[in-house]
């Protein structure tokens, strides 16, 4: 159908989902965009992204805790947090490279105490309800965790990156799509070497 | 239009090589279509891929550029 409508270069992927192999998400088309209006100047969005770094860092910072005695778990959890902090820079150059001033994190954060506030981390998920969850989790499991909300973080950017009209909101969420790409495939390369 | 559409077949892509394909390009580059049911789709799907069921692709034809290539699943 897709060709007799004159288009070129469309291709099937043999063997559909089940032969995929990278990282699936999770949830309906419109996931997560409720926290990202297509209208939201790019403050905003700079803001709620930040704001959703900051819950997946508390949410890592528990699990540091958590593990306490496990050192390899501490070493991993350890860089997740360290990430989101360059996740975080990289987001506020990003914002100053495009309009020339650093975002006000003090007004950003009362902006959105309402409604994020760091109290839900990428993925769409509360950090109290993440922390809860996994306390009765091996590290294994937890890690699985962390990636599902990371895929769900980089399927939202992706779709916002096409989604938004203005030019500079698309350069932050091709920025952050691609930050969540790279921090999925070292969460990947964790998981394989804690197998 | 003749005859010789009904005996063209779309053209496929392994899995292994879309997903070298979407890793490699930008976002913005090509069309990643789900073609299956929303069920399924909040289920599983591929990162970015937009949902169109089968049904549907007909009528939302217009969603999907037609200068980019196109993936469908």
Known sequence: MLLSSGMQNVYNME???????????????????????????????????????????????????????????????????????NHEKHLLETYEALTGVRPDLDKLRDKFRDSVSGA????????????????????????????????????????????????????????????????LEKLADLLESRS | MGIMNYFKSVPTMTAEEVRQALAEKHPG??????????????????PGAKLIPLAELKERLAEIDPQKPTIMY
């Open chain 1, 15 to 85: 063997g559909g989902i089940r032969a995929w192999q990278g990282f699936v998400a999770h949830g309906p088309p419109e996931a997560g965009m409720a926290y990202f209006s297509p209208a939201a100047n790019i403050e905003e969005i700079v803001g709620l992204a930040w704001s959703l770094e900051e819950g997946s860092k508390s949410f890592y910072q528990g699990v540091v805790n958590h593990f306490a005695e496990d050192k390899e778990a501490q070493e991993m959890f350890g860089w997740l947090v360290s990430a989101e902090n």
């Open chain 2, 29 to 46: 580059e090509y069309n990643l279509v789900d073609v299956r049911q929303p069920k399924e789709y909040e289920r599983d799907h591929i």
């Open chain 1, 120 to 183: 839900v981390m990428e993925g769409g998920v509360q950090v109290k309800e993440a922390l809860a969850w996994m306390e009765g989790k091996g590290v294994s499991e937890s890690l699985e965790m962390a990636m599902a909300m990371e895929v769900n973080a980089f399927d939202l950017y992706i779709k916002m990156s096409r989604m938004t009209e203005d030019s500079q909101a698309r350069q932050i969420f091709e920025k952050l799509s691609e930050e969540e790409q790279l921090h």
